[in-house]
């Protein structure tokens, strides 16, 4: 009832940049929190960036002064740019949403995206 649909990874050079999106869709009454989370090979899934319904953001310390988390709330979108690519940037990045759905009656979920790749390398 709920998709996220990511876009925007691919392969980069170090010190390059990438724009992530993810879009909401289906029975949403409310967005919460939106955030990104990124998994290398081998490595456990981390918080990089997250953004609260009223734009308060936070950010891992690995990616602080080089990453931007926003969103559009009317386009149920949040975004991720990427700045001053590092090698060990490289992972498969998620989106994460928590949301308010109406079916019968309301119910709070979290949704995750599919996840795109991004690999920084020369």
């Known amino acids: 009832q709920v998709q996220l649909v990511e876009s925007g990874g691919g392969l980069v050079q170090p010190g390059g940049s990438l724009r992530l999106s993810c879009a909401a869709s289906g029975s949403i009454f409310r967005i919460n929190a939106m955030g990104w989370y990124r998994q290398a090979p081998g490595k456990q899934r981390e918080l990089v960036a997250a953004?609260?319904?009223?734009?308060?953001?936070n950010y891992a310390d690995s990616v602080k002064g080089r990453f931007t988390i926003s969103r559009d709330n009317g386009k149920n979108t949040v975004y991720l740019q990427m700045n001053s690519l590092k090698p060990e940037d490289t992972a498969v990045y998620y989106c994460?949403?928590?949301?308010?759905?109406?079916?019968?009656?309301?119910?709070?979920?979290?949704?995750w995206g599919q996840g795109t790749q991004v690999t920084v390398s020369s």
């Open positions: 994460n949403a928590n949301i308010i759905v109406v079916v019968t009656s309301i119910h709070e979920y979290d949704y």
């Open positions: 953004i609260t319904s009223g734009g308060t953001t």
